[in-house]
């Protein structure tokens, strides 16, 4: 059964660094492609980073040069290093993993929170 | 980026009911589109991919369509679990957008 369980969310100041986690299980996390999305309190959907198995990353605009997608495969588990957070960083981060259908997210973990606040 | 819309942002209904939403990206994206539904405080679930496919155990009432720029995604006869938000997604090009929801509640 494929599982992804995050952690590592919590409060965090202006300014300051978080890692998130994604334990995988089920599957392996280097042959897929694997995502963060978040959601801000009562907002929408923002795709935030992918890791292509082939190691390729990308990144949305509005963390570009701050976070960074990683993976350790003896771990099996998926990681969002977040730097330089901002108060509009603050959100329900989702660990996804890319199903084989049409470049389509096909499961997600619950989600860890990342507050950022003074 | 390509942008994403949807309508209506929110829609009554009733359980029986047919329901259609629009998803319209702001340049063709041929069939690159899923579809997903999400439950309060919950993480979202894919029903739909490459814009018509249904993904396994997905109920049929559920159907998308579409190809380019326009998608709707409709549900043929409303259950009361289908009471939640709906969203599309874009797989084209990177930044993969999604739309801002459709939440489709209890008339």
């Known amino acids: 059964e494929v599982q992804l369980v995050e952690s590592g969310g919590g409060l965090i100041q202006p300014g300051g660094s978080l890692r998130l986690s994604c334990a995988a299980s089920?599957?392996?996390?280097?042959?897929?492609?694997m995502n963060w999305v978040r959601q801000a309190p009562g907002k929408g959907l923002e795709w935030v980073s992918v890791?292509?198995?082939?190691?390729?990353?990308y990144y949305a605009d509005s963390v570009k040069g701050r976070f960074t997608i990683s993976r350790d495969s003896s771990k099996n588990t998926l990681y969002l290093q977040m730097n330089s957070l901002r108060a509009e960083d603050t959100a329900v981060y989702y660990c996804a993993r890319r199903g084989d259908g049409g470049r389509s997210i096909d499961y997600w973990g619950q989600g860890t929170l990342v507050t950022v606040s003074s | 980026d390509i942008q994403m819309t949807q309508s209506p942002s929110s829609v009554s209904a009733s359980v029986g009911d047919r329901v259609t939403i629009t998803c319209r990206a702001s340049?063709?994206?041929?069939?690159?589109l899923a579809w997903y539904q999400q439950k309060p405080g919950k993480a979202p679930k894919l029903l739909i991919y490459?814009?018509?496919s249904l993904q396994s155990g997905v109920p049929s009432r559920f159907s998308g369509s579409g190809s380019g720029t326009d998608f709707t995604l409709t549900i043929s006869s409303l259950q009361p679990e289908d009471f939640a938000t709906y969203y599309c997604q874009q797989a084209n090009s990177f930044p993969f957008t999604f739309g801002p929801g459709t939440k489709v509640d209890i008339k």
């Open positions: 490459a814009a018509s």
């Open positions: 089920g599957f392996s996390v280097s042959n897929n492609y």
């Open positions: 890791i292509y198995s082939g190691g390729t990353t």
């Open positions: 340049q063709g994206i041929s069939t690159w």
